[in-house]
Structure formats: C-alpha cells, structure tokens
C-alpha cells in the first residue's frame, strides 16, 4: 500500500477562509497535521486560523515549500482548483468536494496525464495517516494510538467537577458541528450549541435549562450540532453564550477548536488548556496557538497539558517546555485500552477511579478548580475556563 503522507508533508487549504475549511482545518490542526498555509484569491497577504493566506497554490508552493494541497471549493470551481494544484507541480491532491460535474473531472484528468501528481478524490473524506497527519473530513476521535486528546480531556475534567458538586458543571462543546463530545459522555440530547446560538439574545436561565441535556454525574450539556448553521456565528454570540452559561453554573467547561470565531470568544476565561502530547508536528501547533493566546489573553491564564505521555519518547516534557516557553502543568498516561472502553461506552474514565489515567484526569480537574479531596459541597469556588469558564 502506498504511504501518501507522513511526517514530511506540509499541506495548503484552497479555500481556507471558506467555513467548511475553517471547522475541518481547526480540527486537523488540533490532530498534529502541518498545515503551512491556505490559498484564497483576493485575500492573499492576510492571516486565517493564524496560518498566511495567499492568492494562489503557486505562491504558496513558493513560500511555503507545500507538497500537498487539500481542496475545500465549491463544486462549480472545484475543478479549476484542483488543476492549478496539478499545475504548480503539487505531488498530492486531496479534494473532499462532492458533486463536482463529470465533464470537470474530463478536464481534472487531461491536466493529471503526464505529471506526477495523485489526485484523492473528489468526493473524498480524504487521507489519514494514524498519529501523524489527517487531511480531510473524517472523524479522528479514536484514530490516535493512547486515545487522550482534548475532548477526552475536557470531558472527563467536566465529569470530574460535577462529581465535586453535583449540578454545578456544563459542558458546552464549541465544535458547531458533527462535534463528539456527547458520543464521549453518552448522551443523545434534543437541542444543540447552534440551537442556543441562534437564540443567543434569549438566554435567560429558563430558556438554556430547556436546552441542555444530561449527562452522568449531573452534568449539563450543550452538544454540538448534525447541521451547520443556517446563519453565520461570530464571536460576540460565542461570548454571550459563555457569559449565560456562567451566570447559571459554578463550572463552564468548553471543548474548543482552533478557528478565530472561537479563540476571539474566549475573553471570560479564567483559564485556557492547550493538550499537547509528545510528537513533532502537535508540539510545532501547540507552539504557534500558544503564542496567540498569550499575545491575545497572557500567559496567566495559560496552562498546558501533554496526553499519551511517555516517560522514553525522544521529546520529552524538558523539550516541550522549552519549544512553549512555560511549563507543563500535568501530564496523562497513555491507556488506549480504557480510553477506547471509555469512549465506546459513553462512560467517561473518571467514574471509573481506579486506574493511573482516571486519577491524573481527576487530579488535574481538582487543581484547575482548587478542590481538596473532600471538597464541601456547599463551599463556593472561584471558576475556571479553558477548557474552564466558571462564575466567580
């Protein structure tokens, strides 16, 4: 079978700025895929996702030394992206477009004779290399060996605070759409984060009761959506919901993915969580989100977290530290054997308190919140954001 990615590949976005690239490119980036920039014509010049947009694949081959291109166009111009990539000399393709017309992909097929790139798709869901790189629009929830990534992370921290103070807890997963977080925490809930968003201006306590569901433990839950958005989300309706949200509940647990919407969100936060973990091209993202919440937020509120740690790995915590400029706040064991038990069961690790995972995953819960290990109940705790956004 042929290897189309590996550590090397450095990818561009066509379409970049577009929505559909914007949440699906959040996500690849938050799995480790190095992605070095994106090509929009007319925004060329300018920043998105904080990755340099240029105006077209030949620029950004130039600039950014790309040996891949993933297409995020529209069907009616989906063609004409895919051979200016085949064009500029770029070795993968990887178009996720569906119902581009047939005559188009004739013309796609004419430009690919005699060159020697390979062309994945269209109609695609794109190309995974497990641990390493995935471009496209498929799921990567238990795609990473270890199982302990961010919303392994944020919903168990979430779990473990309402098992502190039940009903005090929500969880809101910001993944606007086909997010996992209630696949985590097994529930099937009516209403979703687009549901509240676009009533943001009704979010009385009576109107977000109605619409969170539950979880184990008592934890609330706003999940995200089977459908985009029929209107566009910005950050300020982003910001009212966190606001709401913590008016109502001591703890506000956020599964955030990288897009500016979000991250500009984020101004109520007492505490931001980035989850590294110990392979090159994750260390490398974490790095360049890390500079942005400190430039936008400071390194006060900053913590950062290393999930599938390995005690042997050749980057080690001293390395991770030393690329992110401030120190690991903890680290949490790789157990893909309970993680994937956990997820499969809808049954998050830390109800389950008996092994080395569970117990880092309530540690860290505990620290971020400052809970003992008999909290009382009735005692008031300042909040957190950052996964944690609490009311003080």
Not at 56 to 72: H, I, K, Q, R
Not at 237 to 255: F, G, K, T
Not at 303 to 324: K, P
Request: proline share 4%; glycine share 8%; with cysteine.
């Amino acid at each position: 079978m042929a290897i189309l990615v590996g550590r090397e590949t450095r990818v561009i976005v066509q379409g970049l700025t577009g929505r559909a690239a914007t949440f699906h490119v959040g996500r690849m980036l938050d799995y480790g895929t190095h992605i070095v920039g994106g090509v929009t014509p007319g925004k060329g010049g300018s920043r998105h996702l904080d990755l340099p947009v240029f105006d077209t694949v030949a620029d950004a081959v130039s600039e950014t030394g790309a040996n891949a291109s993933l297409v995020f166009v529209p069907p009616d111009r989906a063609a004409e992206a895919m051979i200016e990539a085949i064009g500029a000399g770029v070795p993968l393709v990887v178009c996720v477009t569906e119902r581009v017309p047939l005559l188009d992909m004739v013309r796609v097929r004419q430009a690919l004779d005699g060159t020697r790139t390979r062309l994945v798709g269209p109609n695609s869901q794109g190309v995974l290399a497990p641990r390493i790189a995935q471009l496209g629009v498929m799921s990567t929830a238990s795609a990473a060996k270890g199982g302990v990534g961010t919303t392994t992370v944020a919903t168990n921290v979430a779990t473990a605070l309402s098992q502190s103070d039940r009903g005090s807890t929500i969880f809101i997963d910001l993944h606007l759409a086909y997010g996992d977080a209630a696949v985590y925490l097994g529930a099937e809930p009516r209403f979703s984060v687009i549901d509240a968003l676009e009533n943001v201006h009704r979010l009385d306590k009576a109107f977000l009761t109605g619409l969170v569901g539950h979880a184990r433990a008592g934890l609330s839950l706003l999940a995200s959506s089977d459908r985009a958005s029929a209107t566009p989300i910005d950050s300020a309706s982003v910001r009212m919901l966190i606001e709401s949200a913590a008016r109502h509940y001591r703890y506000v647990v956020l599964d955030v993915p990288r897009s500016d919407v979000m991250i500009e969100a984020l101004e109520p936060a007492t505490r931001l969580v980035i989850v590294a973990n110990q392979e090159l091209a994750t260390v490398r993202a974490a790095t360049r989100l890390s500079a942005a919440l400190k430039q936008r937020y400071g390194k006060e509120r900053l913590a950062v977290v290393v999930s599938r740690f390995d005690f042997e790995a050749e980057i080690g915590q001293a390395d991770v530290e030393r690329v992110l400029g401030t120190s690991v706040a903890h680290t949490f064991p790789s157990n893909y054997r309970i993680a994937l038990e956990a997820l499969n069961t809808g049954r998050p690790v830390v109800l389950d308190n008996h092994n080395k995972l569970a117990a880092a995953l309530t540690g860290f819960a505990r620290s971020l919140a400052d809970i003992g290990e008999t909290p009382a109940k009735n005692e008031r705790q300042t909040g957190l954001l950052g996964r944690l956004t609490g009311r003080r």
